[in-house]
């Protein structure tokens, strides 16, 4: 396993009161992602642990574009990957935001 | 008491994560989890094999309300690992179950599992054993153990004999139910005994159909969550007790199987047996006209 | 040790004991007088539907007779029986059959004792060794889950690998030492010492819980079973569970 680690600054904090949110699951070609709200509001991190080594350059770019578009502000997100491709690994991120967005029932 | 609801979306069980699964199948909202993905409680043994881990190790665990009713509930995820049972994974089912028997509340167990994880397949087969005990003793207590088969994985090797110690088992289609899977028999025996790739062998010899024929399963739904959902809360009215003269049934059930299909060298010649019109049609019946076609099937009632 | 050298060990006030194709079913008397079932599955033959169902009835029989005596069970098994025609009729329900009728004869209050003189692997030692409440070994004796070639071939890993790996870890790679430190076998007999005692000594266990997951603990093999199955039952009695999407 490679474990990569992001600290970024946000421009905007998750929306909704939820505490934590889980999406996908660890299989060839896809990844986990667990979003946990538990930081200050400018602040995010991505704590990765992938099976497939040497794509830190590829990671850096998906999150930072992540955080950029996305309202991560407050989470500390922690991947298992699988092996998944950019677009999937951008995808799941998108999910994780929907869900700990999701209002509580 | 508030109107009970379920999630109402259509939702194949096949294609389902674990947690959609729960959430399609308990009253909706009503599932908490214990041991949580925050919890980080991994399996402490992929990492010799430097293999990704995932943070509930394969299985979801916790509780919920079933049409009203407080239940337990456990869904494998058969994407991770094939839902094999590891040491983690198998500890969170054997402590459930307890509770059950503790707190005497049914439990739901979705199983998505090829059986036992290889990478820790000490533990795991540890872990079958300790919770096929506790199935026993929650059971004997008056808790009712339903299982859920119609996953990815199917419902294979020791995972297969645990379904095997629960009251009731309820099944679809796609749900595979079998000790040894077709990849092991065509390895260990070779390709006359069992081509593996041979999908409509395979699913007419370990499939939901067959096993709700000869009374392997107790009730055959559609692949379909609310489907399921309805089937559990059916099944959690039926009997509970886990004494001789349940096993005494199970026996003469089990006996009487060999007797009547023991000599058959394939499924059809056993559908036939049970005065099946067209046995050969029976993969392609939609549920409907299979259930019809199934009126004489051997059944498990209270010999479970 | 052969079968016959374990019998006579186990049993000097004598026994009598039926084989039928590789299954023994029978009685024999401990040195106290009392008497003692005994079944097995011998010769490391596959376990298959016929003869779960056989061993089954024996077990359910000797509960309906009520005598609370206790059970030997006697394992040198390979794996469940591979083959189309077992899984076609349902193998998993008469292995699982066997394991309940066990763990039914325990409940009522019949010891059951599994004694592992050979092999075992997979389903057949689940049906059996594994649904006794006291499992006991001899020396030589091998349990597998899957031997190393074949675990190789699916893990897809080079068998000096695994060996390598299996030096470093009990959890996964057969054999009875590793079966020991995981909790799964209560201990292994001396087979210089005289076996009868070590049975009594067995027999006189108080009957209890599953405590295969504190052995493991203890003993090093299984480190987080025990106290994971406690959490979660702990985590169910208390009334609030964490909440989440």
Same mark, same amino acid.
């Given at each position: ?33 667990? +979003? ?70 | 008491?508030?109107?009970?609801? /379920? ?43 430097? +293999? ?47 509770? =059950? ?36 003793? /929650? ?95 059916? =099944? ?69 | ?6 019998? =006579? ?95 039914? /004869? ?57 060996? /390598?790996?299996?030096? =470093? ?33 067995? +027999? ?42």
């Amino acid at each position: 396993m490679e474990k990569l680690s992001f600290r970024l600054t946000a421009a905007r904090s998750a929306g909704g009161t939820r505490a934590q949110a889980i999406v996908g699951v660890v299989a060839s070609g896809n990844l986990e992602v667990l +979003l946990e709200r538990s930081h200050p509001a400018d602040t995010c991190t991505i704590d990765i642990a992938t099976a497939a080594h040497g794509f830190g350059a590829v990671w850096d770019a998906v999150v930072r574009d992540f955080v950029a578009r996305r309202s991560a502000g407050g989470l500390r997100i922690s991947i298992n990957d699988g092996g998944a491709r950019p677009d999937t690994v951008a995808l799941r991120l998108a999910q994780g935001i929907r869900k700990i967005e999701e209002p509580e029932r | 008491m508030t109107a009970v609801t /379920a999630n109402a979306n259509s939702l194949s069980w096949y294609e389902a994560s674990a947690r959609q699964r729960i959430d399609a199948l308990v009253d909706a909202g009503s599932f908490a989890e214990f041991i949580g993905p925050e919890l980080r409680e991994i399996s402490p043994h992929l990492a010799i094999f430097d +293999l990704p881990e995932q943070f509930d190790d394969g299985i979801v665990i916790g509780r919920g309300r079933l049409d009203g009713a407080p239940v337990l509930v456990a869904a494998q995820e058969g994407r991770f690992m094939g839902g094999a049972f590891g040491e983690v994974h198998g500890a969170k089912l054997t402590g459930l179950l307890r509770a =059950a028997r503790a707190l005497e509340q049914d439990v739901l167990i979705l199983f998505d599992t090829g059986g036992v994880r290889l990478q820790e397949a000490n533990a795991g087969e540890l872990a079958i054993a300790e919770i096929m005990r506790a199935v026993i003793e /929650a059971r004997r207590a008056g808790v009712n153990v339903i299982g859920l088969i119609g996953g990815r994985a199917g419902c294979y090797g020791g995972g297969s004999l645990i379904a095997g110690t629960c009251s009731r088992l309820i099944v679809s289609e796609q749900g595979r139910l079998s000790v040894s899977g077709p990849e092991v028999i065509e390895t260990n025996k070779g390709i006359e005994e069992f081509d593996s790739r041979d999908r409509a062998l395979v699913w007419r010899t370990m499939g939901g159909k067959h096993r709700y024929l000869i009374g392997g399963a107790d009730t055959f739904v559609d692949d379909e969550a609310l489907a399921f959902r309805e089937a559990a809360i059916n =099944a959690l009215k039926a009997g509970r007790r886990c004494d001789v003269t349940v096993l005494e049934a199970e026996q003469t059930r089990l006996e009487r199987r060999l007797q009547r299909f023991g000599a058959a060298e394939d499924a059809v010649e056993i559908w036939e047996r049970l005065g099946i019109d067209q046995p050969t049609e029976i993969p392609g019946l939609p549920t409907g006209a299979f259930l019809r076609a199934a009126a004489n099937r051997e059944n498990a009632d209270d010999a479970r | 040790m052969t079968l016959d050298d374990i019998l =006579a060990g186990l049993f000097p006030n004598g026994s009598k004991i039926d084989m039928t194709g590789a299954m023994i079913a029978g009685q024999a008397t401990l040195p106290d007088g009392k008497p003692i079932h005994v079944l097995g599955v011998t010769q490391g033959q596959p376990l298959g539907a016929d003869e779960a169902i056989v061993l089954a009835g024996r077990v359910i029989e000797i509960v309906k007779s009520g005598d609370r005596a206790p059970i030997l069970f006697l394992v040198d098994s390979a794996s469940q029986r591979m083959s189309k025609r077992d899984e076609l009729l349902g193998l998993s329900e008469y292995l699982s059959h066997l394991a309940k009728t066990l763990l039914l /004869a325990e409940a009522e209050g019949h010891r059951t004792i599994g004694l592992l003189y050979g092999g075992s692997a997979a389903g057949a030692f689940i049906a059996t060794a594994l649904a006794t409440g006291t499992l006991v070994a001899l020396p030589g004796a091998h349990p597998a889950v899957m031997d190393l070639p074949s675990m190789a071939r699916v893990t897809k890993l080079p068998i000096d690998v695994l060996r /390598a790996k299996a030096e =470093a870890t009990p959890v996964f790679a057969p054999g009875l030492d590793n079966m020991v430190l995981t909790g799964g076998i209560h201990a292994v007999w001396d087979e210089a010492a005289p076996l009868a005692p070590q049975l009594a000594a067995v +027999l006189q266990r108080p009957q209890g819980q599953d405590d295969r997951g504190r052995l493991g603990t203890e003993r090093g093999g299984r480190r987080k079973a025990a106290e994971l199955a406690a959490r979660v039952a702990f985590a169910a009695a208390s009334h609030h569970g964490a909440r989440h999407g």
